[in-house]
């Protein structure tokens, strides 16, 4: 899928997810390494930069684990660039992990993390007129996702990074007394979030500019489910399948075959298709709207779940007791 029509137009590239790149704080992000690899692209006549999804990551830091469908990772976030827009001192940058060596996720969230953080705290402080005005106008284009975002990270830190289903109750299912406290409570905190995917937005930008200067365009991935533990789920529950609970009572995967005689069990939530059909499948449109607004082209992952999925009761251990449930896809794909 893209943005532009090029049905006829054959292109090649490199699958490199920006982890993968040499960079300051434990993994790649958009710092100098990811230009150094733009200017390769385009020195080898290819067209492609295909990239993992960009999304927040949780349990085991995969891309297709993720926090947010909508949200960026603040490990991309570059330090180098940070400290060059001024946001922290270069000094706080020395003695982290150098440029090279495997990706270490955890050290990334011990020691970048933090710097991040700070120079988000720095910017709320003394942003100049200009750039708060980009954020504000950040924030006011992204209101449909971020401030529920921010709220889920700022709850999820709260709580030791517990799954939201094992929060208070108030908070779990989004009281509106509890969600006022939150932003009486925790205002700095949500500012701060709000700010670092103010970052990542820019410099996200910056770097996909630069790509366009050079014709090398991005290919983006989406994955079709998201994870039970997200923003998605926490705020969307009605397009879920769950019980009264909040627990999912079917969840996703694939059915035995050669490779595994007791098939995948994925475990993502299912999505109400029917209901998502009445409200003119108004999430994904977002969701397709804003990987839009990220890639220029993208890529559908597991595409096949959106014209019959392999549903699995929640109480399954493995997916052999599942089965294929058709799906909304053409309705979806029609405009609903």
Not at 161 to 187: C, F, H, I, Q
Not at 306 to 327: D, L, Y
Request: hydrophobic residues 40%; contains cysteine.
């Amino acid at each position: 899928m893209s943005g532009e029509a090029s049905n006829q137009e054959r292109l090649s590239g490199v699958l490199l997810h920006v982890t993968s790149l040499p960079s300051y704080g434990g993994v790649g992000d958009f710092g100098p390494a990811a230009y150094s690899f733009v200017d390769f692209l385009a020195s080898a006549k290819q067209r492609l930069w295909q990239v993992l999804p960009l999304s927040p990551t949780g349990y085991g830091s995969s891309p297709y684990s993720a926090l947010s469908a909508f949200a960026g990772n603040p490990l991309l976030i570059s330090l180098e660039r940070l400290a060059q827009d001024g946001w922290i001192e270069w000094d706080r940058i020395e003695g982290l992990p150098g440029h090279e060596g495997p990706a270490d996720f955890e050290a990334a969230m011990l020691m970048k993390l933090p710097l991040i953080v700070e120079a988000a705290g720095n910017f709320l402080d003394r942003a100049p007129d200009e750039q708060r005005a980009r954020f504000q106008r950040f924030c006011k284009d992204n209101i449909s996702w971020l401030p529920d975002y921010a709220k889920f990270n700022v709850l999820r830190r709260q709580y030791n990074y517990a799954s939201w289903n094992e929060w208070p109750a108030e908070y779990a299912l989004r009281k509106p007394d509890a969600m006022t406290a939150v932003l009486n409570r925790y205002g700095r905190e949500l500012a701060v979030e709000q700010a670092i995917q103010f970052f990542f937005n820019e410099q996200w930008c910056a770097l996909r500019s630069y790509c366009a200067e050079r014709k090398v365009r991005i290919l983006g991935d989406v994955a079709i489910f998201v994870s039970y533990d997200s923003a998605d789920v926490w705020t969307n529950p009605e397009i879920f399948e769950l019980d009264e609970e909040r627990r999912p009572v079917r969840v996703s995967g694939v059915p035995p075959d050669y490779f595994s005689n007791t098939g995948q069990r994925w475990g993502n939530p299912l999505y109400k298709w029917g209901l998502l059909k009445e409200r003119g499948f108004d999430w994904w449109v977002a969701r397709i709207r804003r990987a839009l607004t990220l890639y220029d082209m993208i890529r559908l992952d597991h595409f096949r779940g959106f014209e019959a999925f392999w549903s699995i009761p929640a109480e399954e251990e493995t997916a052999i007791n599942g089965q294929w449930v058709k799906a909304q896809g053409h309705d979806y794909a029609g405009g609903g």
